[in-house]
């Protein structure tokens, strides 16, 4: 029997959005393998699809200060891949 597919608010899971976005309302359609995040008709986020309580951060998502800090830390897809 094929898996359903599970529902983003069950998972737990948290994705971006581009900073300048951050409390307005968007519209999120997505399947088993991509999430996509859309303003007023406009894709502004898109993420391969994770069930999992965690978090999907892009840097280009980040303000620019926090882009600096996590630079600074060496926290990059390299540094959490070699920590999985």
Request: a negative charge.
């Amino acid at each position: 029997m094929p898996q359903l597919p599970l529902i983003l608010g069950q998972d737990k899971h948290h994705y971006s959005v581009p900073h300048i976005h951050v409390g307005q309302t968007v519209k999120v359609i997505y399947d088993t393998d991509n999430v996509e995040i859309y303003l007023n008709h406009e894709r502004i986020a898109v993420h391969a699809q994770l069930p999992s309580h965690a978090y999907s951060t892009q840097e280009a998502h980040m303000p620019p200060k926090h882009q600096h800090y996590a630079a600074s830390q060496g926290w990059d897809e390299d540094f959490f891949t070699r920590r999985a």
